[in-house]
């Protein structure tokens, strides 16, 4: 579904990917992980159309789409999340998924300010497809509540939420345990675990190697902005420079 070929980016004189690449098959839970400052959201700005690489290739279901806007990218079928949240901290969790949803209707502008019955019918629907993944990210209750008001947890719920709105066929979590304790990341993980099976693939980058070792199925890895080792978790855990990577912690088991 993803192919990244030999990709590159750098800012001034910080490389922060070089000749990296990696494959995500569709149906598949893949990782990204490394440590800080590994290039990982780099790697997820270029694949997202948040920026442009200096050399590579990044295809999409065999749609080259490196250097494409990130509109574009969304309608052919990518979303993601962010490792900062990026939320309407005053609008509803309700508001912000309808948000998400806008990539995918049809009315015009005129046909809004009129309200025609094709209009209101949509704007019906898109109200269903919310309440439903607020449903999914067992938010169902907090439709009214203002995303500020949630637990950090909750909005990092809401704002998967929000990008499975666009009706994505490929969905990027950047570092989305990031903050959260170990039985919110158990929580979490099975919300992945939930996505994945209507058949959503799923690519996610961190660099807490324990809560991606039983979620992924490929884990790509990535230090100093080079892929130093790529496979199933087994193999992975097990490379020396991976290893090395991660100061010589002990991985898990």
Known sequence: MLQVE???????KLVALHDVSLRV?????????????????????LITGLGRPESGTIRFSGK???????????????????QNLRLFP?????????????????????????RTPGQRREEEQARARAFELL??????????????????????RLEIARALASRPRLLLLDEPAAGMNPVEKDGLAELVRTIHRTGMT?????HDMRFVMGLCEHLTVLDYGERIADGVPQAVRENPRVIEAYLGSELPA
Do not use: M
């Not at 500020?148 to 990092?156: I, V």
């Open 6 to 12: 030999g990709v590159s980016r750098s800012f001034g």
């Open 135 to 156: 449903h999914l990210v067992g938010l169902r209750r907090a439709a009214n509540v203002r995303a500020a008001a949630l637990s950090y947890g909750d909005q990092r």
């Open 25 to 45: 098959d569709a149906g598949s839970i893949a990782g990204v992980i490394g440590p800080n400052g590994a290039g990982k959201s780099t790697l997820f700005n």
């Open 202 to 206: 799923v690519l996610l980058i961190e």
């Open 64 to 82: 080259r789409i490196d250097g494409r806007p990130t509109y574009w990218i969304a309608c052919l079928g990518i979303a993601r999340t962010f």
């Open 90 to 114: 005053h609008a509803t969790a309700l508001e912000n998924i309808l948000t998400g949803e806008h990539v995918r209707l049809r009315s015009n502008l005129l046909e809004d300010l009129v």
